[in-house]
């Protein structure tokens, strides 16, 4: 379904795009229908980056991004089926308007009536009664990402890309959400699931894709990733309770563990650990 | 169902009611309001009252001083200063609604554009406002002026328009700039809303407090420069201004002759209308801005 080939980023910054920064570095991998994967990795690794990428928001820098075999177009026929869920809840919505304002947006993609529309917002287990006619700032961040998703079910997505989104709500609405991810992955779409949480990562997730200073460091079955890390960064981020008083050490290969001429199992893929480092 | 229904509404009244209860309570947005429609109504309902030809000359009452036949008294020519008066407000009006929305909209396009865009784009049209900025733009009008011999009221705004915009886009490109990058920016291009109903119908009702006096503020900062154009004699070639009676009054040594009725009426005019607008402005600031609310 979508598939990304050797993608890369590059951000021109300062005066007339004077300098350049290189966020997302020759990323490969598959989202398949009906199957969740969890992009992991810490902040500024490029993970929004890679969702902004795939939706069309952000344009590619090399490399390619397809869907069933289609390059990534924006335009409403593109996000019939592909559609983004963010961090942010309150960010989300425009404060002059009305939530129903987002409703009717996607009328000129996807016309739907009002029963459909009823149905959605049920489905992410909200009261349509009780959300339809409010202004964002009069519902709950949990109601606000619910509606979201409400939002790409009304919608018929197939794959949803889901950045950080439970990183802002609280523990038991978090869990809420999640649920509602899994309801998405029962009824065959695809999600991409971005996260810094390792926690919930494996909670929902097949795949497990690695991400570190934009570069794929791992990636496999949730389960071998989790149990069998190779590449020590993923070690690491396992091992990693955050302790008061230390500070949070980058993880530098204790000599070479893997090259990438040793694969293990071609399912599991690991980067060499033994690359020149920075610093 | 139905009190489910009804209590946003209820809500959405209640914040409109509240900047109006504010609106109605701010004696600078009030008085200023106040003073420039008083103004307004006597520059259209004048004719009404005085419906004489503003240039009619009349030897036997020339240099009259106010009186119940001529309200404002006469010029040196036995002009109505009262006409003049009036009709000057109507062209005064004129100008800083043609000039000031000019100013506006230029402003408001070239800022929203950048400020949406970003980028190369960004860059191009600011340099283009630096460099309007820095423009002279009294001698680029002298120059101007030596071409093109025809001089009206739209040429005039027209050029007020075409050199103070750059302060206009600078701001809402600001605005602009912090806006974009939230994420019901995003959303609506997820639901592939074009691009320029994205800047008017997400981005600027999210300014529009901000855009209202924006166009306030041009429409003052119009009507003195046209005024000031028209006292040094760049000012339109037929018709009647205030800036153009303070010229001929100048001219005419009014001063020096004693003839305060023939300067001080439309002197008066463009310093109450600019003085109400930016009085007007402050108070609108108040409304819409809490933390500026006294008490
Ligand atoms: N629009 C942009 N312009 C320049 N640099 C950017 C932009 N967006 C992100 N970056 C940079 O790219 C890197 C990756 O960012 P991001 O994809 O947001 O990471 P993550 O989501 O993993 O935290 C960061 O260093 C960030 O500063
Ligand atoms: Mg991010």
């Known amino acids: ?279 | 169902m139905t009190t489910l229904q009804t209590a946003p509404e209820k809500a959405e009244t209640v914040v409109r009611r509240e900047a109006l209860y504010f609106a109605f309570r701010n004696p600078k947005l009030l008085g200023g309001l106040a003073v420039v429609l008083i103004l307004l109504a006597v520059g259209i309902f004048g004719p009404i009252l005085d419906s004489g030809d503003p240039f009619a000359y009349s030897f036997t009452d020339a240099i009259q001083s106010p009186s119940g036949k001529h309200w404002f008294g006469t010029t040196t020519f036995g002009q109505d200063v009262f006409t003049q008066f009036v009709a000057g407000l109507r062209t005064t009006f004129e100008v800083g609604a043609l000039g000031g929305g000019l100013t506006a909209i230029i402003g408001m396009v070239i800022g929203f554009v950048a400020g949406y865009r970003g980028g190369m784009i960004d860059e191009i049209l600011n340099m283009l406002t630096n460099i309007v900025l820095v423009l002279p733009a009294l001698a680029v009008l002298l120059i101007v002026n030596a071409y093109l011999g025809v001089r009206s009221v739209g040429m005039q705004a027209l050029f007020i328009g075409l050199t103070s915009w750059p302060w206009v886009a600078r701001a809402v490109r600001a605005q602009t700039f912090s806006l974009r990058t939230r994420d019901f920016v995003d959303l609506a291009r997820l639901s592939a809303v074009p691009t320029r109903k994205i800047i008017l119908r997400e981005i600027a009702p999210n300014m529009s407090s901000y855009l209202f006096m924006t166009f306030i503020l041009c429409f003052g900062g119009s009507i003195l420069i046209a005024s000031s154009l028209d006292f040094i004699g760049l000012g339109p070639t037929q018709g009647v201004s205030l800036g153009l009676m303070l010229q001929n009054a100048h001219q005419w040594s009014a001063l020096t002759l004693g003839m305060w009725w023939w300067f001080i009426p439309p002197g008066a005019g463009i310093t109450l209308i600019v003085g109400a607008l930016y009085v007007a402005n402050v108070g609108l600031d108040e409304v819409f801005n809490p933390k500026l609310r006294e008490t």
């Open chain 1, 1 to 279: 379904m979508l598939s990304l080939a050797d993608v890369s980023k590059v951000y021109r910054v300062g005066a007339f795009g004077g300098k350049t920064m290189t966020a997302v570095d020759g990323v490969t991998f598959d989202v398949d229908q009906g199957q969740v994967v969890s992009l992991i990795g810490e902040s500024g690794s490029g993970k929004s980056t890679i969702g902004r990428m795939i939706l069309g928001l952000t344009a590619i820098t090399k490399g390619s991004i397809t869907f069933d075999g289609a390059p990534v177009r924006p335009g409403a026929d593109y996000y019939r089926k592909v559609q983004g869920v963010f961090q942010d809840p309150f960010s989300c919505y425009n404060p002059v308007f009305k939530i129903d304002h987002m409703f009717q947006l996607i009328r000129q993609i996807r016309p739907y009536t009002q029963e459909k529309l009823e149905e959605s917002i049920s489905s992410v287990r909200l009261e349509p009664g009780q959300v339809l006619g409010k202004y964002p700032h009069q519902l709950s961040g949990g109601q606000l990402q619910r509606l979201l998703i409400a939002r790409a079910l009304l919608l018929d997505i197939r794959l949803l890309v889901a950045d950080e989104i439970t990183s802002m709500l609280d523990a038991s609405t978090r869990i809420d959400v999640l649920n509602l991810l899994v309801d998405l992955k029962a009824r065959g779409l695809g999600v991409l699931y971005i996260t810094h949480d390792l926690s919930l990562g494996n909670y929902l997730a097949e795949r497990t894709v690695v991400l570190r200073r934009g570069v794929v460091v791992e990636m496999g079955p949730t389960e071998k990733v989790f149990e069998d890390p190779l590449h020590p960064y993923t070690r690491q981020l396992l091992a990693a309770v955050p302790r008061l008083h230390a500070p949070w050490e980058d993880a530098r290969p204790a000599g070479c563990g893997v090259h990438s001429d040793v694969q293990p199992d071609p399912d599991h893929y690991v980067a060499c650990s033994c690359e020149k480092e920075p610093e």
